[in-house]
């Protein structure tokens, strides 16, 4: 045993991770591993299996070199995020930590907690127990991956990752790591997803939230219809195409059924002659409005919506209309002031929002049809939706409708990706698509039963893929319409105590003020042709700005989050200047800072300008 190595990683690994310090330091060295001398005097590892038969996981000649030539060849000068399935006696990381920015994040994911304790005994580790950006974790279950990067989580977005593996260790406990790295990169998949819906939507959020104040003032919540339909058969209706097949079969049910649309399923079910008990939207652009006929929708049906959509839908459904709450920080920011209005988690997508408001009402089965998830003859539409009517109204004699939808389809371009349906025959879905399919699958649980009646699509793991008549006749053969039809009568409105409300916004008015104010008078100093004196000058104003911007917590995440693009941009700008290998006070140096100032400052002003401007304008809606 080399305790010199033992006593000094082990007091290095107490200061970053005092709870894996206890459980490491207890434990007895692997059975399985053996270290010996290499031919460069660097200790090697060896894996022994279960007869006694040795192989070499480290080179017997040079480990150091060979994890030096594999790092190498990955070409990682340029990344500042590393994820390493494999620790081993530390080689690889010791030389990402070597090669790599001093600012890095590098998280070690190790299956085998007693190899870990070999190697804190055989091999000096201090120098990555010591690195700031190191994290390591040893036997996580996959499943927790969520919480393990959620601090990390823009970063390795935004940022990227580089994926290294110490390849012998990962064959060793193959189903382990692929299980790892499938849920690594799901997670980031669908926070991409959530990324790009705020990058493009933004703006359109802010904007949205704002106009719809007043509507979810006088809107009931989800909160008061909780478990309200306990054991009740819901069938949720999406418009994919494959709804074309059997939306006439919904009819024959209707009175056995919760029938819950979403919104661009609404006009097909309604002009086959169907009346959904709930139509749920939270699209934020304007062309969701397309899926309603606000003449008429209004008095057939109940809206399910949050602040996300654009205020003419609530505003139509004046006296049928139920809010619940957006995860979105502006908001969450109104909702902390105000009483809940009741949530249905994270969501991505409005099918997945009708999922779990079935769940929430405590409904079983939950029936899924028109949830393709999928092309169907370059289509991703059934027959009636506002994107199908638009198509044949640019039918012409030399545009048929199979031209428009391949227009369509190639539109897609990269993110289109092959898959296998329900019939085991290849198909066209999405990037998207495929992310949806895993949210849908980590949604479901064992409580309830589940059917994909599709018949169509991609199939959904955990769910059961019988046809919509087959799930008809074998769970909705008893009438519920009774419970269905007094739902509503558990809707109350909630009595706000407004005063509180009106104090936060006026301080968070004169907050934006503070930092309009310093902002200006920087713009104002600065034209953006200064010399390089003055762009030194400029970037200490700007430094000086940022922290008192980070003074005003709430003030900042409402900027933050009101232009999303505009951010991720400086954030990836100043990611990569916080981690270049250019010397401080260089001049390509300041002129990426300030380049990278300069933009953020004229961000900073609109964004101010119109929250302030938008929150002034509240003020009335929550008087008493």
Same mark, same amino acid.
């Given at each position: ?44 590892? &060896? ?43 530390? =080689? ?47 036997? %996580? ?51 991409? %997803? ?14 949205? &939230? ?155 089965? %939950? ?41 369509? =389809? ?11 349906? %329900? ?138 989050? =009101? ?62």
């Amino acid at each position: 045993m080399n305790n010199t190595f033992r006593n000094k990683n082990l007091l290095f690994l107490k200061k970053k991770d005092p709870h894996l310090y206890e459980w490491i330091s207890s434990l007895k060295t692997s059975k399985s591993y053996t270290v010996k001398d290499s031919k460069s005097g660097l200790p090697s590892l &060896i894996h022994i299996d279960k007869a006694g038969n040795k192989k070499q996981i480290d080179s017997n000649y040079d480990p150091l070199s060979e994890a030096s030539r594999y790092i190498d060849s990955l070409n990682i000068e340029e990344s500042i995020n590393f994820i390493v399935l494999g620790l081993g006696l530390g =080689y690889q990381v010791s030389e990402i930590i070597r090669t790599s920015s001093k600012k890095a994040n590098i998280y070690i994911f190790e299956k085998d907690p007693e190899l870990l304790a070999l190697a804190i005994q055989e091999s000096d580790l201090s120098e990555i127990f010591k690195h700031q950006g190191v994290k390591l974790f040893v036997d %996580i279950d996959p499943l927790a991956i969520n919480k393990v990067m959620e601090s990390e989580q823009t970063n390795f977005t935004l940022n990227k990752y580089c994926l290294i593996k110490q390849k012998a260790l990962v064959n060793k406990n193959v189903k382990y790591y692929s299980f790892l790295i499938e849920e690594v990169e799901k997670f980031f998949k669908e926070t991409s %997803i959530n990324f790009e819906t705020q990058r493009v939507h933004s703006k359109l959020y802010y904007k949205n &939230i704002f106009q719809n104040l007043r509507s979810l003032k006088d809107s009931p919540g989800i909160n008061f219809l909780k478990g309200k339909l306990q054991n009740v058969p819901a069938l949720i209706c999406s418009a994919g195409p494959s709804l074309d097949k059997n939306i006439q079969l919904i009819k024959s049910a209707r009175e056995s059924i919760f029938l819950i649309a979403v919104a661009t399923a609404l006009k097909p079910l309604l002009y086959n002659g169907i009346k959904p008990d709930l139509v749920i939207s939270i699209d934020p652009d304007e062309k969701s409005i397309k899926s309603f006929d606000l003449s008429k929708d209004k008095n057939n049906t109940w809206l399910i919506y949050n602040a996300s959509v654009p205020c003419v839908i609530p505003n139509s459904f004046l006296n049928k209309r139920i809010a619940f709450d957006l995860d979105f920080y502006l908001a969450e920011w109104f909702k902390n002031r105000l009483q809940d209005k009741g949530s249905l988690g994270k969501i991505y997508s409005v099918a997945h929002s009708a999922l779990n408001l079935a769940k929430f009402l405590d409904c079983s089965p %939950i029936i899924l049809i028109g949830q393709d998830l999928a092309f169907h003859k370059k289509r991703l539409h059934s027959l009636h939706t506002f994107h199908q009517d638009e198509s044949i109204r640019y039918i012409s004699k030399f545009k048929p409708l199979y031209y428009l939808n391949r227009i369509k =389809y190639l539109n897609f371009g990269n993110n289109l990706t092959s898959c296998e349906d %329900i019939f085991g025959v290849q198909i066209i879905s999405t990037l998207a698509m495929n992310s949806y399919n895993h949210i849908f699958s980590n949604s479901l649980d064992s409580s309830k039963v589940f059917i994909n009646s599709t018949e169509g699509g991609v199939p959904i793991k955990g769910m059961n893929n019988i046809s919509l008549r087959e799930a008809l006749y074998n769970y909705c053969n008893i009438s519920v319409r009774q419970q269905c039809n007094s739902l509503m009568n558990f809707l109350q409105t909630n009595k706000e105590h407004l005063n509180s409300l009106q104090e936060s916004i006026l301080i968070l008015i004169k907050n934006l003020e503070h930092i309009y104010q310093t902002a200006h008078t920087i713009n104002m100093k600065y034209p953006d042709d200064t010399k390089l004196a003055n762009k030194q000058l400029f970037i200490k104003d700007m430094k000086n700005l940022y922290e008192q911007i980070t003074n005003y917590k709430e003030a900042a995440l409402l900027i933050q989050n =009101y232009d999303f693009s505009g951010f991720s941009d400086w954030y990836r700008s100043n990611s990569q200047i916080l981690n270049t290998k250019k010397t401080p006070g260089e001049s390509a140096l300041i002129n990426e800072e300030f380049e990278r100032d300069y933009k953020f400052l004229d961000m900073l002003l609109r964004s101010v300008k119109y929250l302030q401007i938008n929150l002034k304008k509240t003020i009335p809606i929550y008087k008493n």
